[in-house]
């Protein structure tokens, strides 16, 4: 399997410009979580889905967050208008359940400047 | 305080030499993870575990869930090992899902 993919890698963008951040899981994985790591904050989790359907989306920071997960190998991350303290490292992860091994994507790096 | 404290924050060794990195939390639990970030920014998980002891490799991973205390162990540590190692832990609410409590993270760095 090639693990969970993510795009695009690096991201560079001006302030009010939407951006999305894709995932596609690893085959199988029933559970999803989009995770931002910062300098200042460390790993936060914004979101999780279970069988496609949000379960906790209390980390989403604000309304200009959104994220969909349409079918079970692909989710977005979308933010809408973004602004220079969105820069980060979004991170998309997967796993077979909750007590099971976590498997991380690469990583999106997104400048805003 | 935080949740999820590690030390050291920052540890540099010598080729060879045994490495012990703590996390210590204040909340009970259902699981911890240990994760390692490469200087690149993957991450990969290294160990899941909720009770005893854990190896893998050069890697021992151990719990105490009474004292509410993890270590993970590098033995014959090597260059390629530097990395920022994460402690991670899943709360034991049910209402907490599968939401995960972070530790700030350990540099190591491992000199030739």
């Known amino acids: 399997d090639a693990g969970v993919i993510q795009s695009p890698r690096h991201e560079v963008t001006e302030m009010g410009q939407e951006v999305t951040l894709r995932c596609k899981p690893i085959?199988?994985?029933?559970?999803l979580f989009w995770y931002r790591q910062t300098m200042m904050r460390g790993l936060e989790l914004l979101i999780y889905?279970?069988?496609?359907?949000?379960?906790?989306d209390s980390g989403m920071p604000e309304d200009r967050f959104s994220a969909k997960m349409p079918n079970a190998s692909f989710s977005t991350l979308k933010i809408q208008p973004s602004e220079p303290r969105d820069s980060a490292v979004y991170f998309c992860a997967s796993s077979l359940g909750t007590a099971l091994e976590l498997f991380f994507g690469e990583g999106s790096r997104l400048t805003v400047l | 305080k935080n949740e999820v404290e590690q030390s050291p924050q920052n540890l540099t060794a010598q080729e060879g030499e045994f490495i012990t990195i703590n996390c210590s939390y204040s909340?009970?639990?259902?699981?911890l993870h240990w994760l390692q970030q490469h200087p690149g920014g993957g991450i990969v998980s290294l160990f899941m575990?909720?009770?005893g002891k854990k190896k893998h490799g050069r890697l021992i991973a151990t719990i105490n869930i009474q004292e509410k205390h993890s270590s993970l162990h590098i033995t014959a540590s090597h260059p390629r090992d530097s990395a920022v190692y994460i402690c991670a832990v899943r709360s034991g609410k049910e209402t907490s899902g599968s939401r995960l409590t972070f530790g700030e993270g350990t540099q190591l760095t491992v000199n030739p």
């Open positions: 889905f279970n069988n496609n359907v949000p379960i906790d």
């Open positions: 909340v009970g639990i259902s699981a």
């Open positions: 575990l909720s009770s």
């Open positions: 085959s199988g994985h029933d559970y």
